[in-house]
T-cell receptor, first 114, second 112 residues
């Protein structure tokens, strides 16, 4: 029973365009959400997070949107660059601030094409 | 480099043997987490410590698994009587009391 779902195993985007990665969750107790990026043979690297009291958080080229009523969040990357090619994981926590164990989705492999 | 470090990076063992992994967190972080990741899956939470206290254990952490964090610094994860299903990447992360978790490079375990 997956509580965090990333339904697109892979996504291909042209360099310079916008990449949109989606994530759905089922547990209404989740109140803190994070996106991680992972290269092969490395651990996940934190990208951006959002609390459930907000609907948007922006950091440079990365923006996360949260729609609580739909239990959906998305990560926008604009403009997409070749170095963005990686696996992106959506994660959620119900402890307020992400201080407890995170629940991850299966990931989306983003491929940026030149 | 002051990030999270894990040792060893790779471990190959035979079924039935015991293995132990080590994690050194970021020095000022109070919380330390262990996750397991198998092919095609996201990381799955195993357990976490606040300082030296183990506060939560996932049902994935069978009685063959034990984790310690003596003195609230580094942590070890031991797997006894390894099985082929234990083959995975074992990830360690650390964080301040509230905030994002920073991951180490992981230890890849292969059980033959």
């Amino acid at each position: 029973d997956q509580q965090v779902k990333q339904n697109s195993p892979s996504l291909s985007v042209q360099e310079g365009r916008i990449s949109i990665l989606n994530c759905d969750y089922t547990n209404s107790m989740f109140d803190y959400f994070l996106w991680y990026k992972k290269y092969p043979a490395e651990g996940p690297t934190f990208l951006i997070s959002i609390s459930s009291i907000k609907d948007k958080n922006e950091d440079g080229r990365f923006t996360v949107f949260l729609n609580k009523s739909a239990k959906h969040l998305s990560l926008h990357i604009v403009p997409s660059q070749p170095g963005d090619s990686a696996v992106y994981f959506c994660a959620a926590s119900n402890s307020g601030g992400g201080a407890d164990g995170l629940t991850f989705g299966k990931g989306t492999h983003l491929i940026i094409q030149p | 480099d002051t990030g999270v470090s894990q040792d060893p990076r790779h471990k190959i063992t035979k079924r039935g043997q015991n293995v132990t992994f080590r994690c050194d967190p970021i020095s000022e972080h109070n919380r330390l987490y262990w996750y397991r990741q198998t092919l095609g899956q996201g990381p799955e939470f195993l357990t976490y410590f606040q300082n030296e206290a183990q506060l939560e254990k996932s049902r994935l952490l069978s009685d063959r698994f034990s984790a310690e964090r003596p003195k609230g610094s580094f942590s070890t994860l031991e797997i006894q009587r390894t099985e082929q299903g234990d083959s995975a990447m074992y990830l360690c992360a650390s964080s301040a009391l509230a905030g994002e978790q920073f991951f180490g490079p992981g230890t890849r375990l292969t059980v033959l």
